[in-house]
């Protein structure tokens, strides 16, 4: 999906100026790596000042606090004089209507999803005028994992994981979907299951 995100849909390119929404989630985190490994600029929006941190030692160039009513003067100011090429984005929510302050004429919004706004996302004149591309991205092509697997290896890139709990029981179940119900998570919730078979999974 983050792969698929970012090339399919966004066409991000090296030097490109770039914000990743909802930095914490593993979809977001792997998009930051994907963007930052091709030699793309990233920023990143987030209510957690310790996640934003932790995306710059990822790679981000800096990040915002997309509460704070400030977060697009503060995104202009760490952009410069430079504008964004592409926005990824799982979130939705009120800030898709000063994206265009910020983006280049036919830039693109790829979304994946819309975690903060059941309403859907605005779209406006000012879209409209800069001639700015919404691409919704799910899963992609059987070609699109094999080109993925082929990147992610020739970058060594490692999944960011926050917790893990062992065993597929409800309590480990319930502690998962609580942490996520908290946002306290920063990657992946991972919950092994217990293997007693001696042979080699079939996939």
Not at 107 to 131: P, R
Not at 146 to 170: A, E, R
């Amino acid at each position: 999906m983050p792969c698929r995100a970012v090339f399919t849909k966004a066409l991000v390119k090296k030097d490109e100026h770039v914000l990743v929404t909802g930095i914490g989630g593993g979809v977001a985190l792997a998009a930051l790596q994907f963007a930052v490994a091709v030699g793309a600029y990233i920023y990143v929006t987030s209510s957690s000042p310790e996640k934003i941190k932790k995306a710059i030692e990822l790679g981000a160039k800096g990040g915002v606090n997309y509460k704070d009513e400030n977060c697009i003067a503060d995104l202009k100011k760490l952009l410069g004089n430079n504008q964004l090429s592409a926005v990824i984005d799982g979130a939705g929510g009120p800030l898709y209507n000063s994206y265009p302050k910020l983006m280049r004429t036919g830039g693109i919004i790829a979304n994946y999803g819309q975690t903060a706004s059941v309403k859907g996302v605005g779209f406006s004149m000012a879209h409209v005028l800069k001639n700015i591309d919404v691409r919704g991205s799910t899963m992609g092509s059987r070609k699109e994992f094999k080109d993925m697997v082929k990147f992610v290896d020739h970058h060594k890139i490692k999944p960011v994981v926050s917790h893990v709990w062992n065993g597929l029981n409800s309590k480990s179940i319930d502690q998962a979907i609580a942490t996520m119900s908290n946002g306290d998570q920063f990657g992946k919730l991972v919950i092994e299951m217990n293997n007693t078979s001696t042979g080699s999974p079939k996939l």
